[in-house]
């Protein structure tokens, strides 16, 4: 089974987060149960297309293909459905009556082109066109969706006209960041293709995409949170006065249906919302409660509110439940609200009416305190006695509400919290993958005081950065810079393919052979379970293991003075088990060998010529500086000490450069994030 490993950059969490956002409000759209439900469908639609365009471009990022191959013959762009849909979107909000038929398919039309574009072989050679009837397509919707508004508000009547500019003024600022945006994104694309050729990749396109997810979702969320826009504002006939006798009848059983049914618990009820459940016409409910009733739909909705509130307070049941809690029991949405409108109704704040109702039993007539008088908009918020709070009964009363939203709306209920389910799912995962990064080698307690050694060569855009460096350098790094309190040097062992032990025939494992200096102990916190961690690899034939190796080789017995032969010829003896690397580790190896070995094994054991070969940078090289000590001090004495040892390496303009070893995991070898 091939392994894989996702390549994430910030760009790819945000685009996460746009798709699930994005999904959820086309759900609630499509499913929405308002006046505007054909209009939120096409916009639903435009999100969807939004959402499977952003798939495409993450999986691009992600590297998918190395894991799913052929995933990119999956038709996923749509583009040139987005401008139909936002103006079939704009033309049901302006005219709720049209009735979308057969012939409005051809404005989809330019998809069969798109489709064709994206099966042909030369699908990279036409892209640049196909950009361009996109961007031509949706600056022509949009300009034709602005056109819908501005026809629509020369249709109303002149006493609504400035209503309706406030009512629509958000979709048009949507239009026009979404066609400012596009027209960037057109001059950018076309200073990519003439002037860098097309090479500039699809990365500095990202923030247009992610602009363009936000402002989408910006107008599906105002969408959905006016379910009646445009029709508070459609210039419909004013319906036929009723009689006095029948408006009257009309009241009193308005009044009862509120008693009965109690619609005035309902925290987020409205007017529309109401002569929906009452099978009324909204202009007729107001004309009822305007007329008959002499009041505001708010003010008639909070009496019944408040009166439900008095009667608890009168009730000793109610005893260990707070204001609060009652108010929220009642229909209230806020301590604020709550507090106005009940000072509004009896002239005093809920406290204090509760205390004056303990101190005699009283019978309350509902009444205004001042029926002509100005309305309190801002009362002074009492300070409830903390004796009366009862956090207990509060949360429970929070939990009632939220229970009672929940079995009213059971479609919009799952949805939200599928949504949510999934975006703390997802979130969760990203915290998690974003702390095992940052933990990478971590667990070493002098990590911050631990550096790698490379090797920077020539200056400017022909300089490069190599992750080794000479074996003479990490020598003398620990023999003659102060600063240095040790150094290992490490690489790989490739000197055997297979290694024997009795008649088993091992490979070294997946991570590898590596020959490293006895000082490896000393500058890393790997955890040697057995051998001689101040002498770990005693003489040329010591060989140590991981834990894991050795159970490999030898099973459940002691591994320790076995002996196992390289390619059947050379014959090392364990002196040393080490617990397995930790996951979170840069460096990991099945089998560590003496450094020692390398230098026997060098130019027919001219030990002196190996200290001496300023030539090879094979040897990754670690230094633990002392406390206090600077990095790139370090550095440039060990780039000194090369130079007067080399002459050809001020001709190539050496530089050693320090790297953090809690940088390894995270950035590259020059230095930029990885």
């Known amino acids: ?58 999986a691009y990022d992600i590297r998918l293909e190395t894991y799913l191959p052929g995933w990119d013959k999956v038709p996923m762009e749509f583009l040139l459905a987005l401008g139909p849909l936002i103006y079939f979107y704009v033309l049901k909000l302006m005219r709720p009556k049209y009735r979308f038929r057969w012939k409005d398919l051809v404005h989809f039309s330019p998809l069969l082109l798109e489709q064709a574009f994206f099966v042909t072989e030369v699908r990279q050679q036409l892209n640049p066109v196909v950009q361009l009837l996109i961007f031509i397509s949706i600056m022509t919707y949009l300009y034709r969706s602005d056109k819908l508004i501005q026809n629509f508000y020369r249709r109303l009547q002149p006493v609504l006209m400035d209503r309706s500019l406030l009512e629509f003024r958000w979709l048009r600022r949507m239009l026009a960041a979404t066609a400012a ?47 009646q826009a445009g029709e508070r504002v459609q210039p419909s006939p004013s319906p036929k006065p009723l009689p006095p006798n029948e408006l009257r009848q009309k009241g009193a059983w308005l ?18 919302s109401l002569a929906e459940k009452l099978d009324l016409h909204p202009h007729e409910l107001s004309r009822i409660i305007n007329t008959v009733l002499k009041k505001s739909f708010n003010d008639f909705i909070n009496e019944y509110r408040v009166r439900d509130v008095i009667s608890k307070m009168q009730d000793p049941a109610y005893d260990r439940i707070t204001l609060l809690g009652m108010a929220l029991d009642a229909g209230f949405n806020s301590k604020a609200t709550f507090i106005r409108a009940f000072k509004q109704l009896t002239g005093k ?23 002509t008088g100005q309305i309190i908009l801002v009362p002074e918020v009492p300070v409830w006695s903390h004796e009366r709070l009862n956090y207990h009964f ?29 975006g703390l799912t997802f979130g969760l995962l990203i915290l998690l993958w974003v702390n095992d990064e940052f933990s990478f080698d971590a667990f070493n307690t002098k990590a911050e005081r631990i550096y790698k050694i490379n090797a920077q060569i020539g200056t400017g855009t022909t300089r490069q950065t190599w992750g080794g460096i000479p074996a003479p350098s990490g020598f003398h790094a620990a023999k003659d810079i102060p600063e240095v309190e040790a150094s290992v040097r490490i690489n790989s062992f490739g000197n055997y393919s297979v290694f024997r032990y009795k008649d088993k025939l091992l490979s070294a494992g997946d991570h590898g052979a590596y020959i490293a200096d006895a000082s490896l102990f000393k500058v890393f916190d790997y955890k040697l379970l057995k051998g001689n961690i101040n002498n770990p690899l005693p003489d040329l034939h010591s060989v140590i293991m991981t834990e894991s190796t050795a159970k490999r080789f030898f099973g459940d017995t002691d591994p320790m003075g076995k002996m196992i032969q390289g390619d059947s010829k050379d014959n090392f003896t364990v002196v040393g088990v080490l617990a397995d690397f930790p996951e979170n580790s840069s460096f990991k190896a099945d089998m560590l060998f003496s450094f020692e070995w390398a230098k026997k094994n060098f130019g027919n054991g001219a030990f002196k010529s190996f200290e001496q070969d300023w030539g090879d940078y094979f040897y990754r090289t670690y230094v633990l500086l002392r406390p206090g000590a600077s990095a ?34 995270l950035y590259n ?5 990885s």
């Open 181 to 227: 945006l596009w027209l960037l994104w057109m001059i950018y694309a076309a200073v990519d293709y003439l002037g860098y050729r097309d090479q500039l990749g699809i990365h500095v396109y990202y923030p247009f995409y992610i602009f363009f997810a936000v402002i989408l979702i910006w107008t599906a969320a105002a969408a959905f949170l006016r379910p």
């Open 349 to 371: 704040n809920p406290a204090e009416y509760k205390r004056d109702l303990e101190k005699e039993v009283s019978t309350y007539h509902l009444q205004p305190r001042f029926r």
């Open 1 to 58: 089974m091939n392994s894989y490993t996702f390549h994430i950059t910030l760009y790819d969490v945000a685009f996460f987060g746009m798709l699930f956002i994005g999904l959820t409000f086309a759900l609630q759209l499509w499913f929405a149960r308002n006046p505007n439900r054909t209009a939120n469908r096409f916009l639903a639609l435009a999100l969807v297309v939004m959402i499977l365009w952003m798939i495409q471009i993450l």
């Open 394 to 422: 509060m949360f429970r009363n929070y939990l009632k509400t939220a229970w009672r939203n929940i079995i009213r709306n059971k479609f919009y209920a799952l949805i939200n919290i599928i949504g949510l389910t999934v």
């Open 632 to 665: 790139n001090l370090v550095a440039d004495k060990m780039t000194a000490i090369h130079l007067a040892d080399q002459e050809a390496a001020k001709t190539a303009k050496l530089q050693y450069v320090a790297e953090p070893l809690l940088h390894l995991h």
């Open 255 to 272: 009044k009862k249906a509120m008693e009965a049914r109690r619609y005035y618990e309902d925290a987020e009820l409205s007017l529309g």
């Open 669 to 673: 070898i020059d230095g930029t994030p």
